[in-house]
T-cell receptor, first 113, second 111 residues
Framework: AQKVTQAQTEISVVEKEDVTLDCVYE???????LFWYKQPPSGELVFLIR??????QNEISGRYSWNFQKSTSSFNFTITASQVVDSAVYFC??????????FGAGTILRVKS | DSGVTQTPKHLITATGQRVTLRCSPR?????VYWYQQSLDQGLQFLIQ???????AKGNILERFSAQQFPDLHSELNLSSLELGDSALYFC??????????FGQGTRLTVV
């Protein structure tokens, strides 16, 4: 069975601090996909990034970066120089190609000015 | 804008009633997924359709049903509603890639 664990329920930081959101996953599949989604207070789910199990390259996109490590089954997400607009719930998710997403419980990020 | 359209955005109804949530997937996407987001259960997969056929089922209650029509839009029917069915219901679609695109959700409140 697939499982995603986001151990951090809630994180509060002050603007301009860096923050890392942890994600640990479990799967027996050799091919799988990992995702991060953002859910702002307005409620929609916004796709941030996708990684497949064969691609362990870390990625940086502006203030966002992702660290995928198969050896520890982790796919962590870092926001550099956080801003108030980053306040949201962040979900890590896992799927096989074309199949359902299995979501973690989410991490509430509060960025204070 | 993800290209996935869900209607209505908000729905308030009484216990025991039946409602229908509608989803129009992104143009060309054959797969449609329904998810339920509640405070106690988090984001849970309900059901997937692919080109009109049911493909996978999650923790969907027997009181709930779904279908995908020839034009690929999908409907989620919730009947004999209970207070605990109050949740945000998301539809997502996917095409040739592994990524699912989510609609804005329908917030259902059962009173």
């Amino acid at each position: 069975a697939q499982k995603v664990t986001q151990a951090q329920t809630e994180i509060s930081v002050v603007e301009k601090e860096d923050v890392t959101l942890d994600c640990v996953y479990e799967t027996r599949d050799t091919t799988y996909y990992l995702f991060w989604y953002k859910q702002p207070p307005s409620g929609e789910l916004v796709f941030l990034i996708r990684r497949n199990s064969f691609d362990e390259q870390n990625e940086i996109s502006g203030r966002y970066s992702w660290n995928f490590q198969k050896s520890t089954s982790s796919f962590n997400f870092t926001i550099t120089a956080s801003q108030v607009v980053d306040s949201a719930v962040y979900f890590c998710a896992l799927s096989q190609y074309g199949n359902k997403l299995v979501f973690g419980a989410g991490t509430i990020l509060r960025v204070k000015s | 804008d993800s290209g996935v359209t869900q209607t209505p955005k908000h729905l308030i109804t009484a216990t025991g009633q039946r409602v229908t949530l509608r989803c129009s997937p992104r143009s060309g996407d054959l797969s449609v997924y329904w998810y339920q987001q509640s405070l106690d259960q988090g984001l849970q997969f309900l059901i997937q359709y692919y080109n009109g056929e049911e493909r996978a089922k999650g923790n969907i209650l027997e009181r709930f049903s779904a279908q995908q029509f020839p034009d690929l839009h999908s409907e989620l029917n919730l009947s004999s509603l209970e207070l605990g069915d109050s949740a945000l219901y998301f539809c997502a679609s996917s095409g040739s890639g592994p990524q699912a695109f989510f609609g804005q959700g329908t917030r259902l409140t059962v009173v």
